[in-house]
């Protein structure tokens, strides 16, 4: 598709109308100017964007408000839709698993902190050996439990 120029700041290349000089699009801007979430300087601070840049999305939201919050609603129910398809049992089960396992990394952490004598480092030792000799020990720990941090330090 060839880009429709808008004005010196707007085009259309077909992902939605964006600024010329960042590929930002409206639509990525709507929700924090819609809701009044930022400040003009706040987003002058966050994006790569000039005031007259700003001034331009806020036009052309004017302009097209139906429009853009249409295409906005879009975009959220597109998001929604994909979250809701990720939501099956072995999603819940393996995001259950890694927080549980970051807690036993937690833990164990704590255990290495009250024996630091079991992972002195050994003469010529990378620093990958040594993680991965870690790594070792945290999984032997999460299977068989703390009585084995002792034997694989």
Request: a negative charge; hydrophobic letters at 40%.
């Amino acid at each position: 598709m060839d880009p429709v120029i808008l004005n010196e700041y707007l085009y259309e290349r077909g992902r939605g109308v964006e600024l010329r000089s960042c590929r930002l699009t409206v639509n990525e801007l709507y929700p924090m100017l819609a809701e009044a979430q930022c400040s003009d300087a706040r987003m002058l601070e966050l994006y790569p964007i000039t005031p007259a840049e700003l001034d331009a999305v806020k036009g052309y939201i004017a302009e097209n408000a139906e429009a853009v919050a249409a295409a906005n609603a879009a975009i959220d129910a597109r998001i929604a839709r994909k979250i809701a398809e990720q939501d099956t049992p072995e999603m819940r089960a393996r995001r259950w698993w890694t927080r549980e396992r970051m807690f036993q990394f937690r833990e164990w952490l704590g255990e290495c902190e009250r024996h630091p004598e079991l992972f002195l480092e050994i003469d010529g030792e990378t620093s990958r050996e040594r993680r991965v000799r870690q790594y070792t020990a945290f999984r032997q720990w999460t299977e068989h439990g703390s009585a084995v941090l002792a034997e694989v330090g």
